[in-house]
Each structure stands twice: as C-alpha cells, then as structure tokens.
C-alpha cells in the first residue's frame, strides 16, 4: 500500500481546505455549506495529479415519505416530503494498482424523486473531505478552546415548527418551508400542526 498511501498524502498537502460558500435550506433551520461541484472539481484536480480514482461499488438506501393534504383556493392539494438515506462505498485506486475501499453516509428531503440524488451527492462529498481530512469553513484552534467550554447547542423543533407557521403567510409558503425541516426530526403530529395552522392564518 506503499504507492497510494503517497498518494494520498500528497492529495492532502494539496487541498488544504474549503469554504463554506453556500446557503442550504432556509428560514431558521437553513445553514451554511460547502457546493458539490467545487468539492469535486478540487479533488478532481488533485486526485488526476496522483494517479488516483474513486468508483462507487454499493448503496444502500431506505426511504421515508410523508403525505399529507394542504387545503388551496383550488381546493384540497396532496403533499409529500421524501426522505431518503444512503450508506455507499467506494473503491479508491491508484495507478499503481493498489486500492483501498472506502465508506460514505448521506441524507436528503424531496418533495419529489430528488432525494436520492441528493443523499448519494452527500455522501460522496462526505466521503471526500473525511478521507482526505479537508476542514471546512473557519476552524477554531482546539489549543486554545476546550470542549468543556464550548456551549452545546440544542435544536427546539417545537419552536421551529412555530416560527415557520408565524413565518407562512399562505399555505404555499408553508409547504416551501416546511421540506426545509428533516423527516426524521419532525416529532409534533401532522395534526396538531393543522390545528395550529389554522389559528394562525385565520
């Protein structure tokens, strides 16, 4: 493993990190992030400099989808928020012939059938920065913080859930909003949204 371990290490010489130069979702759940293609497009660079490849050899997927109904001026609308995620792996080869298999983990919510597309995309760029070690965005120095000083933060999905009703003037900004939340976080009933939904835009 001589060759691509060099191989490698050159690779993270090379890329000594990323910007987060992308909004992803919006409202009060939306948060800063790195573009899939300048991932690529770096390792891309890098990687052909090295002799080195990455080919995806298995995914393993599962999905969630919710429905519900929304009532318009049209009347009664079908909704839908897909969730899906994906375990993968991947062989990394070297011009040598020598090759390591690497594993990625990635998540993603559609109203549509682009959750897939969207949980594989996240798990290759994962997969990328992880294995190469590539920090993203501003790095604090750990010398000078200790992780008992640093405050954790606690997400209150029941005040997101409110502030996105008080934030959705029409039933169609709501039903924007709404997919910027994770299937898997949601834990208040459709229900009782409903209930709170009509007591908001009355």
Request: aromatic residues 6%; hydrophobic residues 30%.
């Amino acid at each position: 493993m001589k060759e691509i371990s060099k191989a490698i290490l050159n690779v993270m010489k090379e890329v000594k990190g990323m910007e987060k130069n992308s909004k992803v979702g919006a409202g009060a759940s939306s948060y800063d992030g790195t573009k899939d293609q300048d991932v690529k497009e770096v390792f891309n660079d890098a990687m052909q400099r090295n002799g080195l490849c990455i080919l995806p050899t298995e995914i393993n997927e599962s999905t969630q989808v919710d429905r519900w109904e929304e009532s318009t001026s049209y009347g009664i609308k079908q909704k839908q928020s897909v969730f899906t995620k994906v375990t993968t792996k991947y062989l990394l080869l070297h011009e040598s012939g020598e090759s390591i298999e690497l594993a990625g983990y990635g998540h993603g919510v559609d109203s549509q059938d682009k959750g897939a597309g969207k949980a594989t995309t996240y798990a290759l760029k994962n997969c990328l920065l992880y294995t190469f070690l590539t920090p993203v965005g501003k790095i604090d120095d750990t010398d000078l913080t200790h992780s008992n000083d640093i405050k954790q933060k606690t997400v209150d999905y029941k005040l997101q859930y409110t502030n996105l009703l008080n934030s959705s003037k029409t039933l169609k900004e709501l039903g924007t909003n709404w997919t910027t939340i994770p299937a898997g976080t949601i834990k208040d009933s459709l229900a009782e949204l409903k209930d709170k939904l009509k007591l908001t835009l009355k």
